[in-house]
């Protein structure tokens, strides 16, 4: 089945610097792959996400890439601020499959004022 | 739209009661809903896959007569945890998904349990 690995646990950005988390996956059937924030006790929260047949994708302050050949996408935050705080998480589903999200360990990501 | 809702937001028992959690889409019909855990400080770990109508598939490691799962309707899925345990004390969310081609999941704003 799929893995999804996601490094770092924890990164700590000063304000207005950018963020990078990056998360790699093992089946090369996996089409979809979205990113959510998640705060404490609250739901996760869609951020943005990218399909495979598409590299790159932007948000405003957001975007991620995907390298389908090396299997592993990356979530880039500019500007960061302080509600940027939070844990991040990468998944990665099939949706010809049974479209279940499997996702990577999270990512706690700290402003610092 | 796309709202996902579930009920009890939070539930105390005691260990060897049963509790029910619902999941609701409130305005749209999900064809599949899925079923996480979260322990603290943990990722989102898949416990089954239901589709209405049908039984749910379970993820390998969890029991499905400890965590029964019913998809009675394309609006309402329920868990049921039986005889709960302590170690059964974990964030439980739901998510709905529209299938079809549609990719995102929509998810609830989970259910914190915890068995005394």
């Known amino acids: 089945g799929e893995n999804v690995e996601q490094h770092p646990s924890t990164l700590s950005v000063q304000e207005g610097d950018s963020a990078v988390i990056k998360c790699t996956y093992s089946d090369s059937a996996s089409n979809y792959f979205p990113w959510y924030k998640q705060e404490l006790g609250k739901r996760p929260q869609l951020i943005i996400d990218i399909r495979s047949n598409v590299g790159e994708k932007k948000d405003q302050r957001i975007a991620v890439t995907l390298n389908k050949t090396a299997k592993h996408f990356s979530l880039h935050i500019t500007e960061t601020q302080p509600e940027d705080s939070a844990v991040y998480f990468c998944?990665?589903?099939?949706?010809?499959?049974?479209?279940?999200?499997?996702f990577g360990q999270g990512t706690r990501l700290t402003i610092n004022p | 739209g796309a709202v996902v809702s579930q009920h009890p937001s939070r539930v105390i028992c005691k260990s060897g009661t049963s509790v029910k959690i619902e999941c609701r889409s409130l305005?749209?019909?999900?064809?599949?809903m899925f079923w996480y855990r979260q322990f603290p400080k943990q990722s989102l770990m898949l416990m089954a896959t239901s589709n209405e109508g049908s039984k749910a598939t379970y993820e390998q490691g969890v029991e499905k007569d400890k965590f029964l799962i019913n998809h009675a309707s394309l609006t309402l899925s329920t868990l049921t945890v039986t005889s709960a345990h302590p170690e059964d004390s974990s964030f439980y969310i739901c998510s709905a998904s529209l299938g079809g081609g549609f990719y995102e999941q929509f998810f609830g704003p989970g259910t914190r349990l915890t068995v005394l």
């Open positions: 305005d749209f019909q999900a064809t599949t």
């Open positions: 998944a990665a589903s099939n949706s010809q499959g049974a479209q279940k999200l499997v």
